[in-house]
């Protein structure tokens, strides 16, 4: 069946050539026809790359390991879920699942449109083709993912054990539908620009899009985090590792773009600006793709050095060039219709958050390629760690967090001193009795900057309340509807402006989390025999006893063996019990004559055991030590290294048992991290609020009425 | 004060405050930073008091997991020459012998003391064989 992929993967290669041209040329001669066709040959790349899927899916599916990379990911033993999703672990899968994901954005886009943008919608197809050629000429010159083997193995190598959590398996497709769709805001960017249709008809077009992407983005990124809190032992969830910075950093310049082109909607400004913005949104996620992709995972030298490094250098540079290029073209076209009158306003409370955001992006990237810097400035090769991030990062995010509470507050264009007092007052009093609260009931006075990110957090959902009961009550004056009825029609009628709000609580949340988490957080590590007992925060916590299961492991990852030990927590009184355990997958080759010693090498994850709390979190991750295990292992292999594999299971069974059996010490790491589920929390609801601001909107007949009597933020343009 | 002129200085506060951040930033990185070195670079000239971040591989058949101190040979990525190295702290899963590790710390008497909690291993790429990251 390889075949097929390979053929259809070449076929979309020429039919997305063809749509570049055929757009490209329909466009400059304004020939109707020949637009028409670059839109269908768009439509038919995406049903070939489909098939493409669906053909490296079946692989997978049915362990075919003919395919390479079938046999490199998957094996009979892995889980079903695992094999469904390890398609995306390899680079070659993932660089297909990229282009697929862009063959659907576009069909959506370009469908969707029907005959709205005559001028700009033909570069946008041919840009969107464009940047799909570049990423088929990969799969097809240089990374296909359907290479076969002329000896096909008995057996796959099975998928990377780290990456087996389920988290893991659904991130890569969030963030890369992330990445790939800024590129139709780009794509419509480029195409105003080409035509100097620069108002703001692109960004009405294409504004959903960037939510969509920035939703998938932030909620891969979460995910990610998540992951890392669960799976890799050592307790926290963002490192400020290149990688993750990679993902970070277009979405915040993506989160600038989704506020500064409402100011563009609204009052003609800041063209040059978003054109930009949108830019190097793109620019960076084409980055982060590359990052991941470079293997500059594995250590900062591969950079370039991998086989895709100088194409996709290469590609960055045209995109990054071409648009800068063509953005400083039209400059003048680029002019603003508007100017900001007063810093009392929301438009200049928009940009002052633009300005913090694209801030916070330009500490991460300084601070990534900083290695790279360095050596290129000194000669040697340098690195900054996490304090640096964080000394920056962390007020530059309390100031972000003050500008998104009082933005509600700002009417459009400017305001009075009088009516910012009477907004300010409420919420204002609200934060107060919660600094009074904070200041009397918890120790959140130790961490100045704790306090103070608390405070903006409680100032920000206060002004979120009062919109939303004004709001309420404006609607129960008008409509004579009961509370809920008018909250939900309110909500419903203004899905972009409340859906933000739900966004910014839900943000909020995330900070508040993030801050007390990484003020308070108590950690503790220690060695224990079976009996003895640690406090941490509030919780004593007794080693009662080792545990050994074999091919059961909590989280059915398929792991061979799995060794931990039973935990009891105690706190006023009340004992739970926790199983932290670790899980070893085994060497892929084993010494032949140490078939047994082989089952306890190799790879081996750590299987946290999480009591999630609303107020906070008890977190225990377990090292066994191995030790008590040399002696039967060494026995067994010298005895037995002969058995057949169905009976070496059931050695490995005794030798685990054994273990069980024969307490011995552990390592254990504790955490008490006090409020750390509302960062999951919070982007949950952020998530929910991104939903509701990109639900569809009806027909509104009490429009001119309702706006009559809500006000200021009535003549908001309908969504298209 | 006339708009335009109002909007000029605005303009520059604004640039100048940017640019104080920037340089800022800029000037913090480069005293902040630790230096990255292989061990034939540390051994070979490493001041004392002074950390670095130490990066090569596991040499194959050191790890020592002593009661609660850690003691390994980091060598060269591409050559034999190694140092010693005590670490305490948390172990991260994909830890093993031949794995690419950075770890933080200063030379004592010709051992790499290491920071605690400091080891990071680099993660074995998803789009790379375990065996050969």
Redesign the interface.
């Known amino acids: 069946m390889a075949w097929l992929g390979s053929a259809s993967l070449v076929a979309a290669l020429l039919t997305a050539l063809y749509a570049a041209g055929a757009s490209l040329y329909g466009g400059i001669a304004g020939e109707r026809r020949w637009v028409l066709s670059g839109r269908r040959a768009v439509y038919c790349m995406a049903a070939l790359l489909a098939l493409a899927m669906a053909v490296l899916e079946a692989a997978f599916i049915r362990s075919d390991f003919s395919f390479e990379l079938v046999a490199r990911n998957s094996s009979e033993a892995t889980p079903a879920f695992y094999k469904v999703t390890a398609m995306w672990s390899s680079q070659e899968g993932s660089l297909l699942l990229w282009v697929f994901l862009l063959s659907v954005y576009s069909t959506v886009v370009l469908a969707l449109l029907r005959n709205r943008l005559r001028e700009i919608a033909p570069y946008a197809t041919a840009v969107l083709s464009a940047i799909a050629v570049f990423f088929l000429a990969l799969v097809v010159f240089a990374e296909s993912p359907f290479t076969t083997l002329a000896a096909v193995p008995a057996d796959g190598q099975g998928l990377n054990p780290l990456l087996r959590h389920p988290a893991m398996m659904i991130h890569p497709p969030l963030v890369y539908s992330g990445y790939v769709g800024f590129s139709i805001p780009f794509a419509f960017a480029i195409g105003a620009l080409i035509t100097r249709r620069t108002g703001a008809e692109w960004i009405q077009a294409t504004r959903r899009y960037a939510l969509i992407a920035w939703t998938f983005l932030g909620f891969g990124i979460m995910l990610g985090a998540l992951w890392s809190y669960t799976e890799l032992g050592w307790g926290g969830y963002w490192a400020w590792d290149p990688v993750e910075n990679a993902s970070l950093m277009p979405w915040l310049t993506g989160t600038a773009f989704i506020h500064s082109v409402m100011i563009q909607e609204k009052r003609g400004m800041l063209r040059r600006w978003n054109a930009s913005l949108i830019a190097a949104t793109f620019v960076l996620a084409l980055l982060g793709t590359f990052l991941v992709r470079s293997g500059i995972l594995d250590s900062i030298h591969a950079f370039g050095a991998s086989t895709l490094g100088k194409p996709f250098l290469g590609f960055i540079a045209v995109v990054l060039v071409g648009s800068v290029a063509l953005i400083a073209s039209r400059w003048e076209s680029l002019r603003s219709e508007g100017r900001i009158d007063s810093l009392m306003s929301r438009e200049a409370v928009f940009a002052g958050n633009n300005l913090v955001l694209v801030g916070i992006c330009f500490v991460v990237f300084w601070g990534t390629f900083f290695p790279l810097i360095s050596e290129a400035v000194t000669g040697t090769e340098s690195t900054v760690g996490p304090p640096w991030f964080n000394r920056y990062v962390t007020p530059l995010a309390l100031v972000l967090v003050l500008l998104a509470a009082i933005g509600p507050l700002f009417a459009w264009r400017r305001m009075t001193a009088r009516a910012l007092r009477r907004a300010f007052l409420a919420p204002g009093a609200l934060t107060l009795a919660a600094l009074v609260a904070m200041l009397a009931l918890t120790p959140a006075a130790e961490s100045p900057t704790s306090l103070l990110m608390f405070s903006f957090v409680a100032f920000l959902l206060g002004v979120v309340v009062q919109e939303f009961s004004r709001g309420v009550s404006a609607r129960r004056t008008m409509t004579g509807q009961g509370r809920l009825a008018a909250l939900g029609g309110l909500v419903s009628r203004n899905r972009r402006r409340y859906g933000g709000y739900i966004v910014h609580s839900g943000i909020a949340l995330l900070f508040l989390g993030v801050a007390a988490s990484s003020a308070f957080v108590e950690q503790r590590d220690a060695r224990l025999a079976p009996g003895e007992s640690i406090r941490v925060g509030d919780y004593t916590l007794t080693y009662r006893e080792p545990t050994a299961r074999i091919l059961d492991d909590r989280s059915g990852t398929g792991a061979p063996v799995t060794l931990g030990a039973a935990i009891e927590a105690e706190k006023d009184g009340k004992r739970f019990k926790l199983l932290p355990s670790r899980n070893y997958y085994g060497a892929p080759e084993p010494e032949e004559d140490a078939p047994f010693r082989g089952f306890f090498e190799g790879e081996a994850t750590s299987e946290v055991d999480v009591r999630w709390g609303l107020v906070r979190d008890l977190w225990v991750a377990v090292q066994p030590d191995l030790g008590a295990l040399e002696a039967p292992i060494a026995e067994a292999d010298r005895e037995f290294r002969d058995l057949p594999a169905d009976a070496q299971g059931l050695l490995v069974a005794a030798i685990a048992e054994r273990f069980r059996r024969a307490p011995s010490e552990v390592n254990v790491r504790v955490l008490v991290s006090p409020l750390i589920a509302w960062i999951w929390i919070g982007s949950g609801i952020a998530v929910l609020g991104a939903l509701v601001a990109l639900w569809p909107e009806g027909r509104r007949p009490l429009a001119g009425l309702y706006a009559a009597r809500v006000g200021r933020e009535a003549r908001e343009p309908a969504p298209a | 004060m006339d708009p335009r002129r109002k909007?000029k200085l605005?303009l520059a506060v604004?640039l100048s405050v940017?640019l104080m951040?920037?340089a800022a930033?800029?000037y913090?990185?480069?005293s902040?930073?630790?230096?990255?070195r292989q061990p034939s670079e540390v051994l070979a000239s490493a001041e004392k008091g002074r950390s670095y971040?130490l990066t090569g591989k596991v040499v194959d058949g050191s790890v020592d997991?002593g009661?609660?101190m850690l003691r390994f040979r980091i060598r060269d990525?591409a050559g034999t020459e190694s140092v010693p190295v005590e670490y305490t702290?948390?172990?991260?899963?994909?830890f093993?012998e031949g794995r690419?590790v950075i770890v933080?710390g200063e030379l004592r008497d010709g051992v790499f003391v290491a920071e605690r909690?400091s080891l990071v291993t680099?993660?074995?790429?998803?789009?790379?064989?375990?065996?050969d990251?």
Not at chain 2, 32 to 36: L, P, S
Not at chain 2, 89 to 94: E, I, L
Not at chain 2, 122 to 131: G, I, L, M
């Open positions: 909007r605005r604004l940017a951040l920037a930033l800029v913090t990185s480069f902040a930073a630790t230096e990255t971040e997991r009661d609660d990525r702290g948390a172990v991260p899963d994909p093993r690419e933080t909690d680099k993660c074995p790429s998803k789009f790379t064989n375990a065996d990251s």
